[in-house]
């Protein structure tokens, strides 16, 4: 490292100096040779934690990450690349829905996606609930597919910044997730790996989200909008509520049935539609395809209501190994075991349904998992007939549970009644799109929506 030794290096961060770009790539080479131990690393992110790393050296981080591995290279493709990327919630089943949406307007969308850990879903984990569906795609397999389909689903694979896949299970088990330029580095390195043009981030705040103070989600949304442009990338940030779930519907199998149903134009929560046109119009717009955000709201709408995002989904399932008749309208691939009805104990309005003892919930039905290892049942999870802002009458259904059995059921069930918050007057609930952050400073949804930002 330059001539430094390991304990060196972490102890100039502990005492709050400067790295060079030098310095961080020999450091991370070393680390993923073998040189530098998993104790030594951890000491040195616990040392960022605390001290922090100014905006060069997280550039100069992620450079160095991205370096570890292969990127995707798309040579002589004209159609422009984006992807989208959320902090996490319940519920949140975005992805599979925009990203066929903005394939549809002319927007070719490699995006790499994770499973989830702790009380958040994963995308990776729903796909997967679909039988035979394949996550694991090399590199030429993500470039090929995102060449002749518009989309591919990828998890990062060992090929893929794999620097960030060591370093990020360390930070899961010594608590140093909560560090603004180690979630920067960790998310852009996959981002700007995959060749994109643009990219808008959904950051959450609310109960349901990783960081639920609005300031943390703002402080984490502009980090994330300036180092996506030191790496050439249009980048927006919408700062978003999680407090309940998204949409009806929290589980894998149960969330791909929702938007089954909603490209389908059978069922679309409002929650789900302002959310996937926002992020979408906002991504088509970042990456030229449009003007502004809301004309590309207007054009995935567009797409929306002519069904053709559907078969762009099915395309893509069954490149990837799906079963495409697992699918079809009135077919059931995961029947759950048992079922229980959650009823209202008074008559009312619905203030609140807790996300986060909702996922928490989750995990207890094996709908989430605890620890990476841990294997999930792509049945479990809860269907919502009412949700925050609904009104509801004494012993009406809220909710239904699903899971493995009915004493699994009856365990988790008083859970979900605590979660349900009921008042005899209509509640005020937050707006969905909170504020938007960009390179020239934050609007609200409403300023946002009509500004010209692609370059």
């Known amino acids: 490292m330059a001539s430094l030794t390991p304990y ?15 310095e961080l790539n020999e450091f991370l080479s070393l680390y993923m040779r073998g040189d530098i131990q998993d104790y030594q690393m951890t000491a040195w992110m616990m040392a960022v934690y605390f001290k922090g790393l100014t905006d060069k050296e997280t550039s100069f981080l992620i450079d160095a990450m991205i370096g570890t591995g292969n990127r995707l290279s798309f040579p002589g493709f004209d159609t422009p690349l984006g992807d989208k990327h959320s902090t996490g919630g319940v519920g949140d089943k975005i992805t599979l829905l925009l990203a066929p949406l903005v394939a549809e307007c002319g927007l070719a969308i490699p995006t790499i996606s994770g499973r989830g850990l702790g009380f958040t879903g994963g995308t990776l984990d729903k796909l997967e609930s679909i039988p035979g569906f394949n996550t694991n795609l090399t590199v030429d397999e993500m470039q090929d597919q995102t060449r002749n389909i518009g989309l591919a689903f ?22 140093t997730i909560r560090s603004y330029p180690l979630i920067t580095s960790s998310i852009i ?23 639920q103070d609005e300031d943390e989600a703002r402080e984490l949304a502009n980090w994330l909008v300036r180092i996506s442009t030191e790496f050439g990338l249009n980048a927006a940030a919408l700062i978003t509520t999680m407090d309940a779930p998204l949409g009806r519907s929290v589980g894998n199998w149960l969330e791909v049935d929702e938007c089954l149903r909603a490209l389908r134009l059978k069922a679309i929560e409002p929650d789900i539609r302002q959310l996937t046109l926002a992020l979408g119009g906002t991504l088509l717009s970042l990456c030229g395809v449009e003007k502004t955000p809301m004309e590309g709201w207007k054009k995935m709408d567009m797409a929306w209501s002519s069904g053709r995002a559907l078969k762009r ?23 759950a075991e048992a079922t229980l009805d959650i009823t209202a104990e008074k008559g009312g309005y619905i203030h609140e349904v807790d996300a986060r003892e909702i996922g928490f ?7 989430g998992r605890s620890t990476a290892e841990a294997s999930i049942d792509p049945a479990a999870g809860f269907h919502f007939r009412l949700n925050a802002g609904d009104e509801v009458g004494e012993g009406e259904v809220i909710a239904t549970l699903f899971g493995g059995s009915d004493s699994l059921l009856a365990q988790v069930a008083p859970r979900i009644q605590r979660s349900i918050r009921i008042e005899d007057f209509e509640p005020t609930l937050p707006p969905l799109l909170r504020s938007v952050v960009t390179p020239k400073g934050e609007f609200s949804w409403e300023e946002f929506k009509g500004m010209t930002i692609s370059t």
Not at 15 to 21: D, K, L, N, T, V
Not at 313 to 331: P, T, W
Not at 361 to 367: D, I, K, P
Request: charged share 30%; proline share 3%.
């Open 8 to 22: 060196e290096f972490i102890s100039r961060k502990q005492a709050g100096e400067e790295y060079s770009r030098d």
């Open 154 to 175: 990828g998890a990062q694979t060992a090929e893929l910044v794999p620097a960030d896949r060591r370093m990020y299970a360390l930070r899961d088990v010594t608590g």
């Open 189 to 211: 390195s996959k981002k700007a790996a995959e060749g994109i043009q643009g990219i808008v981030y959904d950051v959450k705040c609310g109960r349901g989200a990783f960081m």
């Open 313 to 335: 989904f099915m395309q893509a399932v069954r490149a990837q190994g799906g079963d495409v008749a697992a699918l079809d309208e009135g077919v059931n691939p995961h029947p």
């Open 361 to 367: 919930a989750g995990v207890e039905l094996r709908a």
